[in-house]
């Protein structure tokens, strides 16, 4: 139920999740990161529901939707985490963050092997997944997450007018023009279907002298 999905998504703090996750080395946004091509503008992205400060509204929207749902009291549910010290507190942080509306989610922690059998195996109603990506091109974020043929669409979201979109954008040799249609195709994700509720982008850290420039 795609009210459920919103719910989620408007549920997440997304700074707490920086601050606590991260110790602050984090950006949020949606599927493409910031300063990448398609990303969409903070300044549009701070207006959204889900990313807008305070979180009063979103929290009391996202009870409504599950009330309209037939959820006017939550529900259990389970949320699939990787056990290790990177993984152990994201679970964690989510499922405080759904309780607020309800959602009273217990952090089913596994190791690799039983992780990644269920993972491939889609057996969970809810999951907290992070990947590291190479380069930050349209098709590495969109076609593996959103496209119905993706290799990382764990949230099983298949859409054919998206796979066009996606489709579409990757083979668009005009740079400004595919940005826009990557933009087109998140505007839509966070509009309409919500298949992902994207909660931070890390930021690499590194030392370097300080006569080093432009690295």
Do not use: C
């Not at 903070?42 to 959204?48: F, G, N, S, T, V």
């Not at 929290?59 to 009291?73: H, Q, R, S, W």
């Not at 190791?111 to 057996?123: I, N, P, Q, R, V």
């Amino acid at each position: 139920d795609v009210r459920v999905r919103k719910a989620v998504h408007l549920a997440l703090d997304r700074k707490a999740g920086i601050d606590v996750l991260q110790q602050g080395a984090g950006l949020y946004g949606y599927m493409m990161p910031p300063g990448t091509l398609g990303a969409l503008p903070q300044a549009e992205i701070d207006k959204l529901p889900g990313y807008r400060y305070p979180k009063d509204q979103d929290v009391a929207d996202a009870k409504k939707l599950l009330a309209d749902a037939g959820y006017p009291n939550g529900f259990d549910t389970k949320l699939l985490n990787r056990a290790g010290p990177t993984f152990v507190p994201r679970g964690v942080f989510q499922a405080d963050q759904l309780k607020r509306i309800g959602i009273r989610a217990t952090v089913d922690t596994k190791e690799d092997t039983s992780f990644y059998a269920d993972l491939f195996g889609k057996t969970y109603p809810i999951i907290t997944y992070g990947e590291g990506e190479t380069i930050g091109d349209p098709d590495v974020y969109l076609y593996q997450y959103l496209h119905s043929k993706g290799s990382k669409n764990f949230s099983g979201f298949a859409n054919a007018e998206i796979d066009k979109l996606i489709e579409q954008q990757s083979r668009t040799l005009d740079v400004q023009e595919r940005g826009k249609i990557t933009q087109d195709i998140q505007r839509r994700m966070l509009n309409d279907y919500y298949p992902i509720a994207h909660i931070l982008h890390l930021v690499g850290q590194m030392g370097a002298w300080k006569d080093v420039r432009n690295y």
